[in-house]
Each structure stands twice: as C-alpha cells, then as structure tokens.
C-alpha cells in the first residue's frame, strides 16, 4: 500500500502545511476556507457538556482543527503534545500555534503529567486534541488492526476517556490547497469508568477503522515519516 503513494505529493503537502502553520499571526496571514463534513457529531459532543478528547493525525492541515473548534464552539481547547528533540523548533511551533488561539500542553512520561488534562475536561469541560497515528516510544498501547496490518494506538487517550467520562470524537483534516482544508468529524465514542480491557479494545479499534477509511481515501496526506 504505501510503495504505491507518490511521495513527492506527500512532502508537498507537509511544506505546504508547515508554512501555513507559520504564518498564523504574522502580516501574511490568510485566514483558512474551511468545508467541515460530519459538524453535527461536534455539536452532540458539545452539548453533553463533558468535554471532548479530539484524536487527530499527522495529515493535511490537522492543526487547523484546534483552531477551528475552539472558534466554532466556543470551547477551550489544548494540544497535547510530546516535546520535540529541539526546543528551540519546539517554541516556533507551540508560537505559532498559539497565535491561532490554541494552548499547547507537552506531557512525557510522568503519569501525573495528564492530571491538568483531568481538570481541564471535567472541571472547565474543555476539549483536548490528541494525534494517535504515532505512539511515544515510552508509552503503552493498544493493539489494533491498521490499513490491515498490525497496528497500534496509544493506550492514554482511552484511559483518559474512562477516567473524565468525556467522548472521544476523532478528527480528521486534509489539505485541499493554499489555506483550503477539509474537516471530518466522526462519531463520538464513549467508555465507561470501569470499561473492561475487550471494551476498550473494541473503541479502539473503531477508532483505528475510522482511521483506516480516512488514509485511503487521502494516502499523501498522513505525514508519517
């Protein structure tokens, strides 16, 4: 499957990303078009009130949806991150980020390094954006079935989910040209407090499905290299 893609359209179109990315706040700034297919699983999310956990991917534009999240639904919305390697690569992007209207939380290893994200979902009942496509190396996983091979998705999200009580609602973006993305909103999927291990692997493999679906039909968006 991936032999098949055309790579250069691939590296195209995270430059393209990466310099748009930049641009939030400065004079050359241009605001995005934006088509969202599958808004009225945001608005049921919303509407609960319990905050939102967003899984999101390394693909076209997928920054661009904290941003429009937080405009369109008025809530307070955080990236979670792990840190880059460079700090100072780290500071131009969590700037230019930040310019868009998006707060950046990094977390490593430490477990008590998510308790702000606890109290972010249930106590501000704010929405966090999380990538799932690229488990940190130190973390647990989940095994899943992935574009039909043996895949994995961080374990952290789903025990956040049982934890706050709040949907996981993946989200997926890709870049149709300059400042030109489309959003895709799935279904929100919720765990119980005391889900079983089969529970969370079976939400987690619908997560997984979802994902599969979506790199298909969008193989030179997933920036997975």
Request: hydrophobic residues 40%; charged residues 25%; glycine residues 8%.
């Amino acid at each position: 499957w991936r032999e098949a893609i055309d790579t250069s359209q691939t590296f195209a179109s995270y430059a393209g990303c990466v310099a748009e990315t930049l641009t939030t706040g400065s004079k050359n700034y241009v605001a995005p078009d934006v088509q969202i297919f599958g808004g009225e699983h945001v608005r049921v999310a919303v509407a609960e009130k319990r905050g939102m956990i967003l899984l999101t991917m390394h693909t076209g534009g997928w920054e661009v949806a904290g941003p429009l999240l937080a405009e369109h639904t008025h809530s307070d919305v955080v990236l979670v991150m792990h840190g880059e390697r460079d700090p100072s690569a780290m500071h131009i992007h969590d700037r230019a980020r930040e310019a868009g209207g998006v707060r950046v939380i990094h977390i490593g290893p430490d477990p008590l390094a998510a308790l702000p994200l606890v109290r972010h979902l249930t106590e501000k009942k704010g929405a966090a954006a999380m990538q799932v496509d690229r488990p940190p190396a130190s973390g647990r996983v989940l095994d899943v079935k992935l574009l039909d091979r043996a895949g994995t998705l961080p374990e952290g999200p789903f025990r956040l989910a049982q934890l706050t009580g709040a949907p996981l609602l993946p989200v997926f973006c890709e870049r149709l040209g300059f400042r030109r993305y489309r959003f895709e909103a799935h279904s929100a999927r919720t765990l119980p407090r005391r889900a079983t291990p089969e529970q969370v692997r079976a939400v987690a493999q619908s997560v997984a499905d979802d994902m599969t679906r979506f790199l298909r039909a969008h193989p030179t968006q997933w920036f997975e290299f």
